[in-house]
């Protein structure tokens, strides 16, 4: 059992992390604003009070789920995309300078762009968002027992503040309201929990490093939205298949984010393959 200090606690990510690490560790949860769920009430872009929470809980290890993932914001406001994406990063491994805390940092598949999965090495930086969590990565990399975890992830949130693409798909089409979806937007999502499961198993491993975490596979933004729908008997004629250049995107992209996931399966643990994947993400949405 691990003491961890679990950033961004009720975010998309942080909220099934809660919810899987509380049954087997001491789990301090942050956030910014006060909440009967919430251990930790600080900036973590103030190093005093970052400093000032680590002294008082010493955990043993400390995820990172903080991030601004609009992609379009961070084109807008590079400026806040650093301060989200890095600097936080940059002073969480400052502060834990000399300790041998286990630093886990959340990254993305955001970086890929290539015709094949892609090894963690394949790297293709075309926003200001890839930029700046790039940039956090090298932060986290200067802490000799970080791990970083690139990844991409859907199934139902179980946060009261953030939805998933998957919770987009389906209000959308709950209330009528026509979608596009691109066939050639790829990638090898995990599901929240299998995804946080397999940040736990990192924890108990104490693997450090950098991986790619997602399912074994691929699929396209397009299939698997078109999965989830018809699982739920939801108008699937309300979907129009599209290609990327179709919807204007005002950012630049990346097409095909498959990843290459094999050296996380031999540090850590087996993974599932995405249409297992799919299958979990639908029977999430099962009681709605």
């Known amino acids: ?4 200090l679990l950033l961004g606690a009720v975010g998309l990510l942080g909220s099934t992390l809660t919810r899987t690490l509380c049954e087997r560790h001491t789990l301090i949860r942050q956030s910014r604003r006060p909440s009967d769920l919430i251990e930790a009430i600080f900036d973590p872009k103030d190093p005093v009070s970052v400093r000032q929470v680590l002294n008082e809980y010493a955990p043993d290890v ?4 903080v991030a601004l993932t609009d992609v379009d914001q961070c084109e807008k406001t590079p400026s806040i995309a650093y301060t989200i994406n890095a600097r936080i990063v940059e002073i969480l491994v400052d502060e834990l300078a000399d300790s041998e805390t286990h630093f886990v940092q959340i990254s993305t598949d955001h970086f890929y762009n ?14 200001h968002y890839a930029a700046s969590k790039r940039l956090g990565e090298l932060y986290a990399e200067k802490h000799p027992y970080s791990t970083i975890l690139r990844t991409n992830f859907a199934g139902r949130s179980e946060s009261l503040v953030r939805n998933s693409f998957t919770d987009w798909v389906i209000n959308s089409l709950k209330s009528g309201s026509p979608i596009q979806l691109a066939d050639d937007l790829i990638f090898n999502p995990l599901s929240l929990a299998s995804l946080s499961s397999a940040i736990e198993a990192t924890i108990i491993t104490k693997r450090y490093g950098l991986y790619n975490l997602g399912s074994v596979g691929q699929t396209s933004k397009y299939s698997l939205g078109m999965a989830i729908a018809t699982n739920l008997a939801l108008d699937t004629e309300l979907i129009t298949r599209v290609h990327a250049d179709n919807l204007n995107f005002s950012t630049p992209r990346p097409r095909n984010m498959t990843m290459d996931v094999s ?16 299958k979990k993400m639908e029977l999430s949405y099962a009681t709605l």
């Open 1 to 4: 059992m691990s003491k961890i």
């Open 62 to 65: 400390v995820i990172n789920a």
């Open 114 to 127: 290539r015709d094949f999965p892609q090894t963690e090495h394949d790297i293709d930086i075309l926003n």
């Open 263 to 278: 050296s996380f399966e031999r540090a850590i643990a087996p993974l599932p393959d995405t249409d297992s994947e799919i």
